[in-house]
């Protein structure tokens, strides 16, 4: 299987991330309301909280089930996308840092993204994404690399010297 997939909402890369320790569980302050919210996107919110939390977890049942069709096939089974996981929690180890949370709505789609940085990759910020239809499946699953926060990521030339 291959763990890198394009979604159909974007150019997200499935690259899965870990278990949260019990200090990144606590649920985080509530985004402040602004007048653009909809309903949707508040239950957005909740919803991929809660199903966030299981995903770390690697409680995958809930998650599965409410996956469309499209999401399924890209992991063939559930004891496929729970091996993905469990390697996600191996190699990343659990969430650290909760950089920030937002909802927005594309295409008659509402997206919950959690952007978090890892315990063995803390200068890594990932942006986990859900999808949501108008019918509450999920019709988009992904992780992306959304920040480096290291110093070294570019060699850099020192130009206008004399040689």
């Known amino acids: 299987m291959n ?5 159909a909402a974007g150019a997200f890369l499935l690259v899965l991330t870990a278990t949260t320790p019990a200090k990144a ?3 985080p302050p509530a985004l402040p309301a602004s007048a653009t919210s909809t309903a949707a996107e508040k239950a957005a919110l909740t919803r991929g909280r809660t199903l966030m939390k299981e995903f770390y977890a ?22 496929g996308f729970r091996q993905f996981r469990e390697t996600g929690v191996r190699d990343f180890g659990a969430e650290q840092e909760l950089v920030r949370e937002r909802t927005f709505t594309r295409a008659g789609v509402t997206y919950y993204m959690r952007s978090a940085a890892f315990q ?4 890594l910020v990932w942006a986990l994404t859900i999808g949501f239809d108008k019918a509450g499946k999920i019709s988009a699953f992904g992780i992306a690399l959304e920040q480096d926060r290291t110093e070294d990521q570019v060699a850099r030339g020192v130009s206008g010297r004399g040689q």
Not at 3 to 7: E, G, N, S, Y
Not at 120 to 123: G, L
Request: hydrophobic share 40%.
């Open 58 to 79: 690697v409680k995958l049942d809930n998650l599965w089930n409410a996956f469309t069709e499209g999401v399924r096939g890209q992991w063939g089974t559930l004891a």
């Open 3 to 7: 763990p890198i997939r394009p979604l």
């Open 25 to 27: 569980q606590k649920t």
């Open 120 to 123: 063995k990759a803390p200068k």
